[in-house]
Nanobody, 114 residues
Framework: QVQLVESGGGLVQPGGSLRLSCAGSGTIFSFSAMGWYRQTPGKQRELVATITSGTRHYTDSVKGRFTISRESLKNIVHLQMNNLNPEDTAVYYC?????????WGQGTLVTVSS
């Protein structure tokens, strides 16, 4: 059974940085894609960043501030978040794709506040 476990969330001041990590387990296969999504109360979950075969994609609001990376030959993905602002406050979810199936982590809360 595939599982994704996120870590690295927390409270940070505006302008600060956080690094989220997500480790996948339960499969011998490599995920074809991994990514990060985020959700705030009352809103739909939105894509933040994805990485597929080395190609990275970012939503416009995080371009230049966030960097997604994946450890070589591992089902581990990171999200380096710099210059955070209060609008980045959300629960961040790790996502992965294996064959026709998508998997999700339990989420990690990121709060940007002074």
């Amino acid at each position: 059974q595939v599982q994704l476990v996120e870590s690295g969330g927390g409270l940070v001041q505006p302008g600060g940085s956080l690094r989220l990590s997500c480790a996948g387990s339960g499969t011998i296969f490599s995920f074809s894609a991994m990514g990060w999504y985020r959700q705030t109360p009352g809103k739909q979950r939105e894509l933040v960043a994805t990485i597929t075969s080395g190609t990275r994609h970012y939503t416009d609001s995080v371009k230049g501030r966030f960097t997604i990376s994946r450890e070589s030959l591992k089902n581990i993905v990171h999200l380096q978040m710099n210059n955070l602002n209060p609008e980045d406050t959300a629960v961040y979810y790790c996502q992965s794709r294996l064959g026709p199936s998508d998997y999700w982590g339990q989420g990690t809360l990121v709060t940007v506040s002074s």
